[in-house]
């Protein structure tokens, strides 16, 4: 069938909005006609640094109603509201006991181009798309593994929930899956961005007694403070290190780094109290540090954490059952724009002009 996609063509290329052609669903495979995506740095990543083969149709934050089955798809039914989230294969050791975010084959399924029978679904004239993360949601319709689909409430806004599938559930699910700290314990994150401010939502609800946000924008600090946060830091004006340990009598137990910038993540770990736990989930580069002095000495713990550490058919209806019960209000952070805008919405997301970004593609 036609479609409306925006393509990237080559390495930092803008996006362009064009008609391309879209394959029949295999057996466990739906098409779903996509509501709304959001607009993910992995995704500006994909596009600048070609981490994925070019060219493709990137997105995968993708929320939208299901059209049609494949023959052998058991759980879902023509109408669903769905939620897209990460590829898996569903057979490896750490998907079958959890652990489907760092499946065997995460990086080929996700990153590789292809569905994991290794052929396209999407085509420009004749010439072969790339599929990023198993459905390519920048499109008027996406393709997908059932494995990846989530089935959600309707009775909440499917526009909002397509940053569930990605980097809300990067942030919560760092908090909840992975480090599931006491309550009354302390924790830091750094970075107020969308995964970071999640991280701080999430962290309210398990009850910890002293959530600090640090950040360089002072609108994103006041947005952790109205979400949750009970005190705040900007990185440019404090020595975060030393107001961090003053005001928690030698540091925090739990810190969560979203910036993947070095400085921080050096911070991250100097500032935890002895038997510490720190997790990155930031892209982060090439890096040094003391290790003795910054983690062995103190017993402290610094781990990666992969998009929250979730099971998305589970995690995320919880993540929507917390949303209805006021107690995870992701929507202060999003930003709305139309699939046409497409361009202006990443840059406003490289600014920081909005959170996180939102397009809407379909009604």
């Known amino acids: 069938m036609k479609i409306e996609a925006a393509v990237t063509l080559g390495q930092g290329q803008e996006f362009v909005i064009k008609e391309v052609d879209l394959a029949e669903p295999k057996a466990n495979e739906v098409r779903i006609k996509i509501v709304a995506t959001g607009v993910c740095h992995t995704d500006a990543v994909a596009r600048d640094a070609a981490i994925a083969p070019l060219p493709a149709v990137l997105g995968h934050e993708g929320a939208g109603i299901v059209e049609a089955v494949g023959s052998s798809v058991t759980h879902l039914t023509k109408g669903d509201h769905v939620v897209l989230s990460f590829a898996h294969c569903g057979r490896c050791e750490n998907c079958l006991t959890g652990h489907p975010t760092v499946c065997d084959t995460f990086n080929d399924l996700n990153f590789g181009g292809v569905h994991d029978d290794y052929t396209h679904r999407l085509s420009l004239d004749g010439q072969e798309l790339s599929t990023f ?141 002895p ?55 992701f929507d202060k952070l999003i930003t709305f724009y139309d699939f046409n805008d497409i361009n202006a919405a990443f840059e406003a997301s490289k600014t920081g002009e909005a959170i996180k970004p939102i397009l809407r593609i379909q009604s």
Do not use: W
């Open 275 to 329: 038997l510490g736990v720190a997790a990155i989930v930031g892209v982060t580069p090439e890096m040094s540090f003391d290790v003795h002095n910054d983690l062995m000495a103190e017993g402290k713990t610094m781990m990666g954490v992969i998009e929250g550490d979730a099971v998305p058919n589970v995690f995320i209806p919880q993540l929507v059952e917390y949303y209805k019960a006021g107690q995870f209000p």
């Open 133 to 273: 993360f198993g459905q390519s949601s920048f499109g008027t319709f996406a393709i997908a593994h059932e494995r990846n689909v989530v089935k959600v409430d309707k009775d909440v806004d499917l526009a909002l929930l397509g940053p569930l599938g990605c980097g809300i559930q990067t942030g919560a699910g760092t908090v909840l899956n992975k480090m599931r700290p006491e309550f009354g314990s302390t924790i830091v994150i750094y970075g107020a961005g969308a995964v970071g401010l999640s991280a701080i939502m999430a962290a309210k609800i398990v009850g910890c007694k002293t959530i600090i946000a640090v950040d360089v924008h002072d609108s994103r600090l006041q947005l952790a403070l109205e979400l949750g946060a009970t005190h705040i830091f900007n990185g440019t004006k404090v020595d975060v290190v030393n107001e961090i340990k003053s005001l928690t009598n030698g540091g925090t137990k739990y810190a969560v780094d979203t910036t993947g910038v070095p400085q921080v993540v050096r911070q991250s770990l100097q500032a935890l109290r």
